[in-house]
């Protein structure tokens, strides 16, 4: 005997596929990273370079050169003045000889001087293009212009990111040598929903982050620093292909993460999930399984095992998961309802008796759960309680489901549905939600009222629990 359950295929909670991983707060930066090379001893990513067309001197340059050190003692208008002298000049040796690099350097560095940092960016980029080895001057001008713009970024952030991204947008431009700015930025372009933008720029602070530039680095602030930056980059940039269907790059991500850091539960079972989306079903199961023969596991981490194994229809597998998270925290109402619905959808009955028992215990307002309990009821021959307990779901005032947990920097936020089965329309119900934290444990309760809709109706609602320590988990009364 089966019955018609409300949403069976889906699982009790919604499990963020990833946690949120930041750009930061932004703090601005001080320092640079650009060396000064010798040109006897450049290093290996440089030594790579095509050797290009060396820079020429000539009348142009010599005179461009002159006014730059003139506008750089200069103060204001002065500056500004001379600084169009220099581009006058630059220009003038662009045209007389236009595959001399240095003319366009020198012209870069005079829109730099005025402020028209795209203008700069076009110039130094020309000017690298023809000798590629220039970027041993150009790197150090240009990360003295990121910094500017890119402090001037973090100063509006995070309370108006729609002010810092322009400023972040021309530091990301005129130099790619630094992951912050594009990490800033990506964070940015991701609210927006510019999905395809920010992976790009999550892939962008990656390479710098792991390439030549932070091999390069001393400060060790700063390298610790660029770690940071490439572990949310990454963690942000699998998650955005995922959501994209992009599922065996972003298991290309996970699998990078896991290498570097084999602990990391979130980017192994987010790396399983990845697998099984691109149909790696075998993979994907393999390392479930290893997941599960781990003792380091939270509630959180079982939970998320499970529902991978659900979604790769391994049920028993996924029961399982389930029951160690339950096991660990027993008033975590998602650890045990997604126990009993694996436990019903692969027929395990005898097992799911007990457990049924103690979820509609638990979770006294679910219609699923007297579903699964009259089943198991059903199933060892017991009819009567079978039917005390369908009597008792048909007196029910209002059932309770589609509880979806939000984790956020400063507590969490529940939503769920109301559903009115007796009650006049418009009538209020109380309910009262102990949060538990990362390890089953209470850490504070909210009470909230909740008006009734027309019958068979849902109703939604939202309960916002403010605290510093993170939330794991919930579970309900009402008051009589």
């Known amino acids: 005997m089966n019955f018609r359950l409300r949403a069976v295929g889906a699982l009790g909670l919604t499990i963020a596929f990833l946690g949120g991983c930041a750009a930061g ?3 601005g930066v001080a320092g640079g990273t650009a060396a000064a090379f010798d040109e006897a001893d450049l290093p290996d990513w440089i030594e790579a370079l095509p050797e290009g067309e060396p820079p020429r001197d000539n009348e142009h340059t010599t005179e461009a050169e002159i006014f730059l050190f003139q506008a750089q003692q200069a103060d204001g208008d002065d500056a500004r003045e001379i600084y169009e002298q220099v581009l006058e000049s630059a220009y003038a040796g662009i045209e007389a000889d236009p595959e001399n690099a240095q003319s366009y350097f020198q012209a870069g560095l005079a829109y730099l001087g005025l402020g028209q940092i795209e203008d700069a960016g076009a110039m130094l980029d020309q000017a690298e293009e023809i000798y590629p080895r220039y970027v041993i001057n150009t790197d150090l001008h240009r990360e003295e212009a990121w910094i500017d713009a890119y402090n001037a970024g973090v100063e509006h952030l995070p309370g ?17 040598g630094r992951p912050e700015a594009a990490l800033q930025l990506a964070e ?5 929903g510019r999905s395809e933008e920010a992976i790009d720029l999550y892939a962008q602070a990656v390479e710098v982050s792991t390439g030549p530039r932070a091999d390069a680095v001393e400060d060790e602030e700063l390298r610790e620093l660029w770690a940071a930056a490439l572990e949310i980059a990454r963690h942000n940039q699998a998650r955005l292909l995922f ?7 972003a298991a290309q991500v996970y699998e990078a993460i896991t290498e570097e850091n084999p602990d990391d539960l979130l980017a192994l079972g987010n790396l399983a999930s990845a697998l099984l989306a691109a149909g790696e079903t075998a993979r994907a199961n393999a390392l479930y ?5 781990r003792d380091d596991l939270s509630v959180q981490d079982y939970i998320s095992i499970g529902v991978g194994l659900y979604d790769a229809d391994d049920l028993e597998q996924a ?6 998270g339950h096991e660990m925290a027993p008033n975590h109402r998602d650890a045990l309802y997604n126990y009993a619905q ?8 005898d097992e799911l008796l007990p457990v049924a028992e103690r979820l509609v215990a638990l979770d006294t307002h679910n219609e699923n759960a007297r579903l699964f309990l009259t089943q198991a009821l059903v199933e060892a021959d017991r009819q009567d309680e079978a039917i005390n307990v369908l009597e008792s779901l048909e007196e029910l005032p209002f059932d309770l489901d589609g509880f979806q947990l939000h984790p956020v920097s400063e507590g969490a936020s529940l939503v769920a549905q109301a559903w ?3 009650e006049p329309t418009g009538s209020e119900v109380r309910i009262v939600f102990h949060f538990l934290d990362l390890e089953g444990n209470e850490i504070g309760t909210e009470e909230i009222a909740v008006p009734l809709g027309e019958p068979e109706e849902p109703v939604g609602f939202q309960v916002d629990f403010i605290t510093d320590v993170p939330v794991g988990g919930f579970y309900y009364e009402v008051p009589s």
Request: charged share 30%; proline share 4%.
């Open 25 to 27: 707060n932004g703090a």
């Open 160 to 176: 108006d990111p729609e002010a810092a991204r322009p400023h972040l947008e021309r530091a990301h431009m005129i130099f790619q």
């Open 188 to 192: 940015i372009y991701d609210t927006m």
């Open 243 to 249: 959501d994209a269907g992009r599922y065996s790059e």
């Open 289 to 293: 399984d290893e997941l599960l023969e």
């Open 319 to 324: 029961a399982r998961a389930f029951q160690r």
């Open 342 to 349: 694996a436990l019903y959808l692969s027929d395990q009955t």
């Open 420 to 422: 009115n089965r007796t």
